[in-house]
């Protein structure tokens, strides 16, 4: 083989074995914080508000004190930006409100599929590369027709069966989600309404949420 036929050959197979690299490869631990205790004076209150300056309040009051909302997303769709937007909405407008977010993982099944994809990947392209070789190694003398179909344009195989692979495992590995969960209660789901909520609808569907919670306490 010529150079540009290695490169062709060499570099889906050294970006295929990067990525089983990092498929497989755990993540690193995490480092422990360091806890630096400082001091600091608070400010008295309304030391530095001027006299006829507009304050933004929250627009309900201390109504979600003790009450979690967890949000599980796709961290793999990027909807980490939705979800960090509608934390930072839920703690402004409910005082005291803890907004958790979760990742939603997809199910066992694409889990397992998207750990397959490499493993086939590698299989098409020993065989494309080295096929003479391995059907002796199985029993079979003669390499069966579509093999030679494979080799004739054994360059376009490995490409695609590169980039098709690759696309299908990152789409194995999301899950769609944006579930919103007020006190393990699910008050709104992208999977069953497939789109995401608005911001005032999320506002809403939480603090009737949060109501009906304070009416059912407060009944005997």
């Known amino acids: 083989m010529d150079r540009a036929q290695i490169l062709l050959v060499g570099l889906p197979l050294f970006l295929l074995c990067t990525d089983l690299i990092h498929l497989f490869t755990p993540p690193p631990p995490k ?9 600091h004076k608070q400010p008295p209150v309304g030391a530095h508000e001027t ?12 109504i ?14 990027s909807y980490r930006g939705n979800a960090v937007t509608m934390k930072k ?8 409100i803890d907004v958790v977010l979760v990742n939603y993982p997809p199910t066992l099944l694409k889990r397992v599929a998207a750990k ?3 493993v086939f990947q590698i299989g098409v392209m020993g065989i494309v590369l080295g096929g003479e070789q391995i059907f ?6 003669t390499p069966p027709p579509w093999y030679y179909s494979l080799r004739a344009n054994k360059f376009g195989t490995i490409a ?10 990152s789409f194995l590995q999301t899950s769609g989600a944006f579930e919103v969960y007020c006190n393990d209660e699910l008050v709104f789901s992208k999977l069953r309404e497939e789109r995401f909520p608005g911001e005032i609808e999320l506002k809403d569907l939480i603090g009737r949420r949060l109501a009906n919670s304070v009416i059912s ?4």
């Open 217 to 220: 306490d407060m009944l005997p």
């Open 51 to 62: 006299p006829g300056s507009p304050t933004q309040k929250p627009v309900v009051g201390g």
């Open 160 to 169: 695609s069966t590169w980039l098709l692979g690759n696309a299908l495992r």
């Open 31 to 39: 480092p422990s914080p360091h806890h630096h205790h400082h001091h």
């Open 136 to 141: 002796p190694m199985l029993g079979l003398m």
């Open 116 to 118: 397959l994809v490499p």
């Open 89 to 96: 909405m839920l703690e402004t407008q409910f005082l005291g």
């Open 64 to 77: 979600g004190l003790g009450s979690t909302v967890r949000i599980d997303f796709c961290a793999s769709c």
